[in-house]
């Protein structure tokens, strides 16, 4: 097509725009062709809008602020919950090993325990320590072994302690009952009451130790062996007392006449 036949099309088409004929055929479609612009406009409107309405950074460090201090709330709680359940086992704990302790006082004339055959400074072979005797554990695969892993059953070990205490065990028992020839349901000296004795208490976790004694040259061992916060500040430590109820109750000072606040003078 040479320059005027474009020329002379151009000028065709700008007579029909303007003839009655475009109107005519092109103002029906133009109305779809308005619509379909209509609608693309308010898609990006929409879309504009909805940018709009997405997180600004300030927004989401409010957000994650928010979140951090919800988890502060939330964390002292939870640990506490898990502090007193290590207690409530800690004290299911004691509990059992006091109704073992009552079936072996009803076989031995009201002794709760064996005393401690060695002495406050020998210690006695695996097979002749009080819990032997009073828990009666499975012997070991190897009954020649000398590893207190393979003698001390579970029930020994107060879930706060270290997973791995002295001697593989958190208790320690009060052998002044054996010393004064303290039974179970023994009668007492007035105003003693069996609910503040302790029969068992919790060892501190390096100590090697299965009594609180009276050493032959006095006094006791009581400061070095005796566990009194195993549980924190407010719940103290755990002891199983002659009445075989288990709480945390100690008494803070010694009695007259006694080494220390476990002994009972009679
Ligand atoms: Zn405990």
Redesign the pocket.
Known sequence: MGFRNAESEVRRRLGFVASPQFFVRFLPRAEIIFTMIHVQMRDVGYNLHMRRRAFTLVELLVVIGIIGVLIALLLPSLQRAKAQSK?IK?QSNLRQIGVAMMIYANDNRGVLFPPDYGGALVRTPLQQRWFIFVLKPRTPLNPASVDEHDWTPPILL?P??DPEPGLYH?YVVNDHLNEHGIKYSSKLASGVSPTEIIVLG?KITLINDYYIQTFPTGGSDFVEVVEKF??GIHLG??YLHLDLHVDNYAPKEARPGAVDPWDIAK
């Open positions: 207690w800690c107060c706060a302690d958190s919790e195993r549980h430590s755990n």
